[in-house]
């Protein structure tokens, strides 16, 4: 159930969130917000939310992946992807620093954009750093998916989305993708679903081609 979450075309998906003022933390109103994005992110299901998601443009994120999800991909899957079980990670007011040239592309969705999935560049490894809900410092230094969680997330705190990252042609229903490109690589998804030189605008006037 993701009826909750607010879906794309929301102008609160588009804007800057607010930085989370001082004057926030560590109380019951900080809480109750984390609590509720912990619960709608569980409910849908999902491994990260951003406030802007369930309606409140602040920055607070949240991400969480379970081993019960994860045990639903194959082995090949959860190592090539990077894939690994971590409790409930909550940062405020989040920067991220992406660490090294390394990419990955893999088959990413949204909450927000509910029901389609696509191709996803992200960077191999990242470093976030934030508060917690008491205001204390914290960082996560991390690789692979959580990796490709916070980028997801931190994006929409600044009114980015998934989609305005994706390979387009590879932009699916989640069914298709379940059902055509489930265990296949990325390189075989992009081989039948179009070249990434071939991603550029075409050309409206005929003479330009
Ligand atoms: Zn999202």
């Given at each position: 159930m993701t009826s909750s979450i607010v879906q794309v075309g929301a102008p609160v998906l588009r804007g800057r969130a607010a930085e989370v003022g001082p004057?926030?933390?560590?109380t019951t109103m900080l809480d109750a917000l984390v609590e509720r994005m912990v619960e709608a992110m569980r409910a849908a299901p999902g491994v990260g939310l951003a406030a802007p998601q369930i309606g409140v443009p602040l920055r607070v994120i949240v991400l969480e992946d379970r081993e019960e999800y994860i045990a639903k991909v194959s082995h090949e899957e959860r190592t090539e992807r990077g894939r690994q079980a971590f409790p409930v990670r909550t940062f405020v007011n989040p920067v991220l620093r992406m660490i090294g040239p390394e990419r990955a592309t893999f088959v990413e969705g949204c909450l927000s954009v509910n029901g389609f999935v696509a191709l996803v560049e992200r960077a191999l490894e990242v470093e976030v750093s934030g508060l917690d809900t008491f205001g204390r410092a914290q960082s996560w230094r991390v690789r692979g998916w959580p990796a490709r969680i916070l980028q997801h997330e931190v994006d929409h705190l600044d009114g980015t989305l998934s989609i305005d990252r994706m390979?387009?042609?590879?932009?699916?229903?989640a069914e298709n993708a379940r059902a055509q490109y489930a265990g296949r690589s990325t390189a075989e998804i992009q081989k039948v679903l179009g070249p990434r030189h071939s991603e550029r605008p075409r050309p409206l006037d005929p003479d330009e081609r």
């Open positions: 004057e926030l933390m560590g390979h387009t042609r590879t932009f699916s229903t």
